[in-house]
């Protein structure tokens, strides 16, 4: 591209892997909240859930990577694409213009981050059972792994609960400027549609950050208890 750095040129199919990678993630944590809402229903029901998928061990296991991937590629571009807008622009303004900017758009390398880094807590922490073992191995009445009392045993913990809380927060942050920005660069947003796209995003974003805190704002204060496991 003449005229513009060579950084700044070779920047495109990074901030197409941003917004693929981005929209993966936009859909697995909206299915993902779904999914663990069932708590709501009661012990049989995300268990019998949980069951479900542990049965799949392949795909899972196959989805985790891939997902986990995603993430990694997509905290990466992010990180990319902050450092190649330094160094095309060296010197700092006089003047902050901030007009544009949002704070959502101006920490997404700092939340990718940190949630990269919560991401990781939280497979260790519910996946494989490295943090609190002793909620990981418990079973239902019918053999099964119980989840409900695990989740629920798991943040009922007010500095896990609150780890759980910020880090749902930075994933709304990041969500709320993410969701149009992945529309704009894969070339689906038209001036016409941009402002339905934001109130898309923020819709998700909404939906996301209230669903997720629901769970362990709900088991700290009691109103979901394990079925077992408490001491």
């Known amino acids: 591209m003449k005229g513009y750095p060579q950084e700044l040129s070779s920047t495109v199919g990074i901030k197409f892997l941003v917004a693929v990678t981005g929209l993966i993630w936009v ?3 909206t299915i993902h909240m779904l999914g663990n809402l ?3 229903l009661g012990p049989e029901a995300i268990n019998s859930y949980a069951a479900f998928l542990k049965s799949k061990p392949g795909p899972l296991w196959l989805a985790r990577f891939s997902l986990l991937a995603a ?3 997509h905290v990466w571009g992010i990180t990319k694409l902050s450092l190649a807008n330094r160094k095309a622009r060296p010197t700092p303004y006089a003047v902050k213009k901030t007009v544009r900017s949002t704070f959502s758009s101006r920490t997404m390398v700092m939340s990718g981050l940190v949630l990269l880094s919560f991401v990781i807590y ?3 922490h519910f996946t494989i059972g490295v943090t609190h073992p002793e909620h990981f191995h418990l079973e239902d009445a019918v053999g099964r ?3 409900y009392s695990m989740t629920v045993l798991g943040v009922q913990q007010p500095i896990v609960s ?3 809380i910020v880090a749902t927060l930075l994933l709304g ?3 709320s400027h993410g969701v149009a920005s992945l529309f704009q660069t894969m070339g689906l947003s038209r001036p016409r549609i941009a402002p339905l796209i934001e109130r898309l995003g923020l819709v998700v974003t909404v939906i996301v950050v209230i669903g997720n805190v629901m769970i362990p704002l709900s088991a700290l204060f009691g109103l979901i208890e394990p079925t077992q496991g408490a001491n």
Do not use: E, N, T
């Open 27 to 29: 859909l697995f944590v």
């Open 38 to 40: 069932q708590i709501f």
């Open 162 to 164: 609150i780890a759980y």
């Open 145 to 147: 792994h119980d989840v």
């Open 71 to 73: 993430l990694i590629i």
């Open 122 to 124: 939280h497979l260790l």
């Open 173 to 175: 942050s990041h969500l």
